[in-house]
């Protein structure tokens, strides 16, 4: 979503925007969407950097318990704002674009899908033996595993919105900004399988280590 929407209405460039179909009207309708949506998307926003950098930043040499508290919690709070977005998105209404009904059914389902794979994770790290390390540590990096699969879900849920023209307008939006995690970084223990800052609403991983690994070193 780090796109500019550009529309300029001047000279030749008006009959341009007329042979194409577009209009300054259109135009405007495309950033009143992205803004009703960015607006009630940031707050869940937030709370999916937040999640996700407590996620990466559970010390490696936490206690089990600990690191298994941490990242149900995360997964918790990640489903909770994947379900919120998607009320968001209904709330907005149909994204003045072409096969604009498709998209929002398509993004809604995409994120509900999304939601429930994250309740999913928390039931497993849930179900796991803090007392037994070993177990622990295996079981761990089963949910890295899951959890790299529905990163690239989660990614993928709101990529209809963010390209073209909706995408532009709502790059233009505070409300749809990368926000910053209010979690400090630390080494990493948990079951994230990547560190790094998280991209909203679509996020992505950077650069780090296997956490499952770390916590069976630990």
Not at 64 to 71: K, M
């Amino acid at each position: 979503m780090n796109k500019k929407l550009a529309a300029a209405l001047s000279g030749s460039a008006v009959l341009m925007l007329v042979l194409s179909g577009c209009s300054e009207d259109e135009g405007d309708k495309v950033n009143d969407w992205a803004k009703s949506f960015c607006d009630q998307a940031k707050p869940q926003i937030q709370k999916r950097a937040d999640a996700h950098q407590i996620i990466i930043s559970t010390a490696a040499d936490s206690r089990p318990a600990e690191i298994q508290a941490a990242d149900s919690k995360a997964f918790k709070d990640i489903a909770d704002a994947d379900r919120a977005l998607a009320k968001a998105v209904e709330s907005a209404g149909v994204p003045p674009v072409e096969n604009g009904d498709k998209v929002q059914k398509d993004v809604v389902a995409e994120l509900n899908a999304t939601a429930t794979a994250y309740d999913g994770l928390k039931k497993q790290v849930d179900a796991l033996d803090p007392a037994n390390q070993q177990k622990f540590a295996e079981g761990l990096k089963d949910v890295a595993d899951g959890l790299t699969k529905i990163e690239k879900m989660d990614q993928n849920a709101l990529a209809n919105l963010e390209s073209g023209e909706l995408g532009k307008a709502m790059a233009k939006q505070p409300g749809c900004q990368k926000p910053t995690p209010a979690v400090p970084k630390t080494p990493s223990g948990s079951a994230s399988p990547k560190a790094g800052a998280t991209a909203a609403p679509a996020p992505k991983t950077g650069e780090g280590s296997d956490k499952a690994s770390e916590s069976s070193d630990s």
